[in-house]
């Protein structure tokens, strides 16, 4: 079991919606902030008093990892199998050489680990996340990826965790990053320091809104490396990916300011495949 600690706080989300669809009854606020007061006063003992819930249906079951309920945990990491070199869902994969597509088309990272297909109950917990004050289910979601593709981060040998960036006219305009709340959490899980080496440059438009097919031109250029990743290996992470341009754009200028490897780590992959990831280049 992978457990972080520290900067992985955990307190904060109001997850209301559970699994079966039904509208769970949140631990009012008063009794949230009382609660956190208590773990920092009383530690452990804390939980005699206010028992810990599950950070996304809010029941009180066993939780696994101190975050969320077995069920959550089960529906969150419940996937087809996926290509753990592209992300791609896909029928037979093998691990060195991944699925037939990447045999194709080689794409912009070394390998990618992924949660889940971008469909509920993720997608829902994803659109949370990218609201304020979800940063323990961010981090509970972060945490549960790690343990599900833990050979994948242990073969990686990643020497940093670069979250993708966010314009600071957005940043700042809706109060959190999910990227940065994501990467936070991951980086503690494995150990490895979290660095925001990449700046968005100029805004771009949100890429749900374009057609796929101009994704990469919309997020190409938008990108520069601040500090030095020569011969580092780099993870970079985001939210969801859905045709990969923004994740292939900071692979590639990571690889041009000189990484020795780079790979992508989501909680979601959108399972319609624009491959926008991919290089012209046969592998
Ligand atoms: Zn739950
Ligand atoms: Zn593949």
Redesign the pocket.
Known sequence: MIRARGRGRIGGARGTVNLSGTVAIPMISWARRWRRRAVRWAGAGADLLFPPSCRWCRCESHLEGGDLCSRCAREFRHDQAR??????A?AE?SPRA??????RRR?QWEGIAILGGYADPLREAILRIKRPGAEDLAAALARLLVEKHRPFFERAGIDAVVPVPMHWWRRWSRGTSSAEDIARPLGWAIGRDVRAVIVRTRATRMQNELPAEERGGNVAGAFRVRSSVAGRRVLVVDDVVTTGATLAACCRILREAGAAAVFGAALAMADRTADAWRTEVPA
């Open positions: 290509c753990q070199r592209c992300g791609a896909a994969v991944g699925c037939s597509a990447c045999g794409p």
